[in-house]
């Protein structure tokens, strides 16, 4: 994958818009309730007239990663070879420059054209002419709104924290199976899939381990898999792109409402 260097004569205008924006961003009071600012590192929200820019905007070109944008200036890119990677920054963008710059990959775009499912622009790096469409449904930004903090419970004091491939942590977690002589259970992975055409999310609940099969002629080994179970459930996700403002309602064993809650957390420090 190719570095984007801004140009040295070119770079003070997004240095600028960078110092703007690390001082945009002001915490937010929650309410007790969960209905607040749920945490810390909650920004102001963005000027009405930017709402269309919020979303999970896909890149036609190689050298600009995508983007989802919140509604309170906080974003994420994820690495386009490497799911488990992510980078987290802020969002802003000038009006009267057309700049669009970001902390989360230290891009500026000048901006030509946007409405609510497209953005054109040109790379200020590389003066190459990019265009996003915005795909608010994708798996990539269902996993990046699920495992952006913890979510807590509106109803009791249940949490649910989801890693973006990883161990899931909740209360409500079947306990795994004991180890036999044939399978040894490792620990429990809460798997997250979208289907964007039906704009549906949904969950499954996997232990992992190692397996004993037999190799013949008397040879064992033991070889990792994946064991499905039969814990399942939907997500509906409510306002998934303003962190103050989302819900995340979960069927199955992990049932009930959730919100989104950043306290505890360095991403956007």
């Known amino acids: ?17 960078m110092g703007i924006l690390m001082f945009s961003c002001g915490d ?10 749920n945490g810390t590192n909650q920004g102001e929200i963005v000027d009405e007239e930017l709402m269309p820019l919020v979303g999970y905007w896909e890149s036609n070109n190689n050298n600009a990663r995508d983007f989802l944008f919140y ?26 420059t057309r700049y669009l710059s970001n902390t989360a990959t230290n891009q500026t ?37 699920m495992t952006d903090g913890k979510w807590r419970s509106t109803e009791n004091k249940d949490s649910l924290s989801i890693a973006y491939y990883g161990m899931s942590i909740s209360n ?8 036999s002589g044939t399978r040894i259970y490792e620990y429990t992975e809460v798997a997250l899939s979208a289907d964007a055409e039906t704009e549906t999310f949904s969950y499954q609940i996997w232990w992992w381990g190692s ?18 179970t039969k814990y399942k459930g939907s997500i509906t ?22 919100y989104k809650d950043r ?3 360095n991403i956007f420090d």
């Open 1 to 17: 994958m190719k570095k984007n260097l801004f140009r040295d004569w070119m770079r003070w205008p997004g240095i600028f818009l």
């Open 71 to 96: 509604d309170d200036g906080t974003c994420f890119s994820p690495h386009p070879s490497d799911a488990n990677q992510r980078s987290a920054g802020k969002w802003v963008y000038d009006p009267e």
């Open 211 to 228: 397996e004993r099969m037999y190799m013949g002629m008397g040879e064992w080994e033991w070889h990792d898999s994946y064991w499905e």
């Open 109 to 145: 775009f000048m901006v030509t054209m946007y409405d609510e499912t497209s953005l054109l622009g040109v790379n200020i790096a590389n003066q190459e002419t990019v265009a996003f469409t915005k795909n608010n449904a994708c798996q990539d930004a269902f996993r990046l709104i």
């Open 28 to 37: 937010s009071e929650d309410d007790g309730n969960g209905n607040g600012g």
């Open 172 to 179: 409500k977690l079947p306990e795994m199976p004991e180890d």
């Open 237 to 258: 996700l409510k306002d998934p792109f303003s962190p103050s403002k989302c819900r995340a309602t979960l069927t199955g064993i992990l049932e009930g409402t959730y």
């Open 263 to 265: 306290e505890g957390s």
